[in-house]
């Protein structure tokens, strides 16, 4: 006999199909969604999938990750029904080199979707932390799966998002605890992670056809109006950059005004921190 979780599962799934209201994300042509109770890396279980050929748009959604990742390698804690835990498919027809400037962009479809779901404005930490009042709400996850088959495979983006809603009981490691912000915690009415998710897709969906219509530096100038980069003093992790953090360029990278002149931060296995160490992720 099905147990109460697995209905309130299917039932949770059925209201994700069915609240989405795009054409492309968290639509796939073979319907081909996925969620889990449980899971060991949503952005994992897509990567298969993809690899396996899965359509653009494929969401993937737990209640838990057991392996949830970060960048640089990090765990992302992922406690059961205490975030959104999510990973979508992107397929883009633009060059992979334009790959920081898909992670800014959506960076900008998470903060809408916080927004228009719980109406609290946030902040984007580049290269892609959501943030609220120095304390971390959120990050985003791109990453290329590796698989064998190159044909199937060309292309694929797996875009995972991790977005805190509820503190966990459990007692979490200080420097996470010290560090994070929940988003019941900001606004009075309870958030439905369901409804997160579909107007995550909905954001997403709006913001990649901008992209791809050719209309990215609109977004980048939206994601420079919602930095909390840009104007500080910042030293990335390796410790070989230190300056004020002036503006993106074109291709995503911080543009840094050092004491030797100016210099650029890629984002690929660096973060950056602020020197007062008001945040560092
Ligand atoms: C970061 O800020 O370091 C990125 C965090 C990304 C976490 C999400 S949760 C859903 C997806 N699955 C993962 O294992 N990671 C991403």
Redesign the pocket.
Same mark, same amino acid.
């Given at each position: 006999m099905e147990s109460n979780q697995e209905t309130q599962n299917k039932e949770k799934f059925k209201l994700f199909n069915d609240s989405v209201k795009t054409t492309l994300i968290g639509k796939p042509k073979d319907n081909g969604n996925e969620f889990w109770n449980s899971i060991d890396?949503?952005?994992?279980r897509l990567a298969s999938l993809a690899n396996k050929g899965a359509a653009e748009g494929t969401t993937v959604i737990s209640r838990q990750?057991s392996? $949830?990742?970060?960048?640089?390698g990090?765990e992302?804690v992922?406690s059961y029904d205490c975030?959104l835990?999510?990973?979508t498919l992107l397929r883009p027809t633009i060059p992979i080199s334009d790959l920081p400037v898909i992670t800014l962009c959506l960076g900008v479809s998470a903060k809408r979707a916080v927004l228009a779901t719980s109406g609290v404005e946030i902040g984007l930490k580049w290269v892609?932390?959501l943030i609220y009042n120095t304390k971390?709400l959120?990050?985003?996850?791109v990453e290329m799966p590796t698989g064998l088959n190159s044909d199937k495979n060309s292309q694929a983006l797996v875009v995972?998002? $991790?977005i805190n809603v509820k503190e966990p009981e459990s007692e979490l490691p200080e420097e996470i605890r010290n560090k994070a912000v929940y988003l019941n915690e900001l606004c009075d009415t309870k958030i439905d992670t369901i409804s997160l998710a579909s107007e995550l897709c909905f954001q997403i969906e709006h913001i990649y056809n901008r992209m791809l219509a050719g209309e990215s530096n609109l977004i980048l100038d939206e994601w420079r109006a919602s930095s909390v980069t840009l104007g500080q003093e910042i030293i990335t992790s390796n410790n070989e950059i230190s300056g004020k953090a002036l503006d993106i360029d074109e291709t995503g990278a911080l543009i840094v005004q050092t004491a030797e002149g100016k210099k650029l931060v890629h984002a690929g296995e660096i973060s950056v921190r602020s020197k007062d160490g008001s945040y560092s992720?």
């Open positions: 890396s949503t952005n994992t990750q392996l $949830g990742r970060g960048r640089l990090r992302w992922s975030g835990y999510f990973s892609n932390d971390k959120g990050g985003i996850l995972g998002i $991790g992720f």
